[in-house]
């Protein structure tokens, strides 16, 4: 050791004896376990090498074995694959066997049903052939008698006279008269043709007569008996059961077993392939609802749709509304003219809402084409419709075969068969001729109109048998959006009648009170405000009274609680403060109120607002403002309309016009207003007399790309000498000013005709002409238009079908027919009953 002092090295004193030693034994002791460690580290890496060494030869082992058992595993992959290309081969040509029976098996099925099909046709046909033996033909039309040769100005001559002259003179006294004003012709003469004409008069409605008789009587030859019926199905099972006893019995026993799996799941019906909708949703049309129950009885023949939100282009028209209907009800849907009525009805004959695949719907929306069909068979063509029901009949007769048919699918299929039949019965074409015959006479088809081509019919006439058309098949659900339009007054009473039998669902748009009140069972009320369907059980003045009685009572709701909340902030203001026992008080008045607020308070009722017509005092004038005078009219190489027509009119005439379709009612408001010239006589207006018209075509006034703004500005920019005057002016008739800005072609028939009204006032008429004015108005303007015709100065002519309009404005009823204009002494009411008589009887003797 060394010491270090002042950088200097110190040596250290020598050790004593006796450390001496203990340090040489400290060096033999360590030497010792020197050699002890090292022998010990060479066992342990003797030992470390020997495990090394094993622990390397069984992992050669376990690889070895590894080997064996992966080479052992793919040996049996192989195999097994081998197997399995084996196994699919099989279940390959297993597939294509049966594939192939099946295959044959449906051929042949078809083969059956093709020629059942054809022993049911030849049969017919066979049964049909004999019955057409037994018709009658038509009786030929009776000559028109003219011995001895009389001109038709001799004719007129006569007819006139005799008319003059009464009848009281006595008969040698009378002809005498006639015969001075009839030269050439002595009075046996005219005695002698008056009782010629008489006789060709009289033999013509008995040749009529004789023809309704003898179609009739055709028609119910027509019909099959029981035995006949019978025979045809027996003939046709036979031919079925002929044709399918090759079928292989297990093949049968699987397609029933699918065709039973299909009918407990309700899907034998083929489920609506959503075109119509797509097409409607490229119109801007959507409709969205709440998911419907994910299982419905295949037989359901109620709709029922929550959350209902249909819009149009963004807008809605009903939000989150219920819509239901159910069987065996006929419903009235109204509402204001343009809240979407007609829209709601496509949504749902496009099948955009859930609809039961039992329920099929006809949507008489667009009239009949022109064909070279006659209108009596392109009511009765229904065959596709027959040819779908008698597959799906014979679909389910396989399955009810099954004896494995649980009790629950056996009533499901017998439910779903009975209303089959009932269907095929009623498309039955041994009874489609009368049927078709009844619905077309009672639509004011004549016999010979019946067996005119389409093409020939106008529009109104093609949309008429449309609507036959859509009363023969007898759909589960109609939609019919205002089906008077194109009615006369004959034929809405008499489809008035048919639709209060009707047993199935209706659902029609119509804004003819008295019409609703009579075939309704119910009326969904279209709220605009709050775009909401409401639902009320009655005809529609039962829905009035029960819609104001409901508003009563919501105001009186109304007022009471805002009574009570003004009382109770009237107590907090005044006592609401401080710590006396009155300040307590009112603070729980104060939490009262606030409860009541957060709990929901009822909404005032809010009237929707009422439209005022009104048309300008047009002046006074001299009466008769006009004058008719021996009129007479009739189209160029048609039949005469009208002869010996002689009436006047006033500013005080109140006129209606009835009458059938084509006696001429149209034709007689134009020859009024000098659009047509009679063939003789004369038409004497006033000299300073102006008068409006108001058209079934009123679309043709308008010009269609403009606003109605712009549009009624430009047409008095003297009277409008603002703009603003003349939006105030279209809002006197209930166009808005959103539906002012707009293209009168986005706006609904019945706020084009409301547009049409406001130009109509512009011009002061001292005679009014409406042909039909109601086509399109809702009921509000229905009654608004009353009370503009009640309070106007000037006259009136009223063609229309709606009773209640004429009952509230009409002062003389003038019926158009048998070429005069006559009047009816009674009012309207009394002529609907006359008028159903009428029918009834008809209705009779066409039965028998």
Known sequence: HKILVLNREIPKPPKRPEEHARTVARADLCEKKTVSSRATRAG?????????????????????????????????????????AMGKAQEKRDAEAKAAAKKAEKDAKKAAL??????????????????????????????????AGWSAGEQRKLDDAIRARAPDLGPVARWAAVKADVPGRSSRACAARFLEVRGNVRAERAWEQACRDVTLANAKLTSLNKAQKDEVAARAKAAYEDKAGSYDADAAAREREAKLKEAKMGRVLKADSGEAADALAAQGVVATYAAPPEKKHRNAKDINVSNLTVSFHGNPLIDAASFSMNWGNRYGFIGRNGSGKSTIMRCIGARAIPIPEAIDIYHLT????????????????????????????????????????DEEAQTDLTERLTGLYDRLEELDASTAEARATEILTGLGFTVERQQQKTKDFSGGWRMRVALARALFIQPALLLLDEPTNHLDMEAVVWLEDYLSKWTKMLFMVC????????????????????????YYKGDYDTFVETRRNDMTEQMKKWEAEQADIKAMKEYVAKFGHGNSKMAKQGKSKEKLLNKKLQSGLTEKPVEEANLKFKFPDPGQLAPPVLQVNDLAFGYPGGPELYRNVEFGLDLDSRVALVGPNGAGKTTFVKLMTGELQPTSGAVRPHSHLRMA????????????????LNWIHGLYPKVFTKLEMARTWLGRYGCTANQQSMPMNQLSDGQKARIVFAKLAMDKPHLLMLDEPTNHLDMESIDSLAKMINSFKGGLV??????????????????????????????????????????????QHQHG
């Open 44 to 84: 342990s890496q003797w030992r470390a090498s020997s495990a090394e060494h094993f622990q390397k030869g069984g992992q050669r082992r376990r690889r070895r074995s590894l080997r064996a058992r992966r080479d052992d595993t793919a040996l049996g992959a192989r195999a097994k694959r081998a197997r399995a």
């Open 114 to 147: 093709k020629e059942a099909r054809a022993a049911k046709k030849a049969l017919k046909e066979q049964i049909k052939a004999e019955i057409e033996t037994q018709k009658q033909p038509l009786p030929e039309k009776p000559e028109v008698a003219n011995a």
């Open 366 to 405: 667009t009239e009949y084409p022109p064909t070279e069909e006659t209108a009596l068979f392109a009511v009765m063509k229904v065959d596709a419709e027959r040819a779908a029901v008698e597959k799906e009949i014979d679909e389910l007769n396989d399955a009810m075969g099954d004896e494995s048919l």
């Open 511 to 534: 804004h003819s009170q008295d019409f609703l009140n009579n075939v309704c069972t119910h009326i969904c009320h279209l709220d605009q405000l709050h775009k909401q369907l409401a």
């Open 693 to 708: 018209k108001f058209t079934q075509h009123f679309e043709d006034v308008l010009d269609l790309n403009q606003d109605a």
């Open 798 to 843: 009223l063609v229309s079908h709606d009773m209640r309009l004429i009952s509230q404005v009409a002062r003389e009823i003038w019926i158009c027919d048998n070429k005069s204009v006559t009047r009816y002494e009674g009012d309207i009411l009394k002529f609907k009953m006359a008028k159903k008589k009428e029918q009834k009887k008809l209705a």
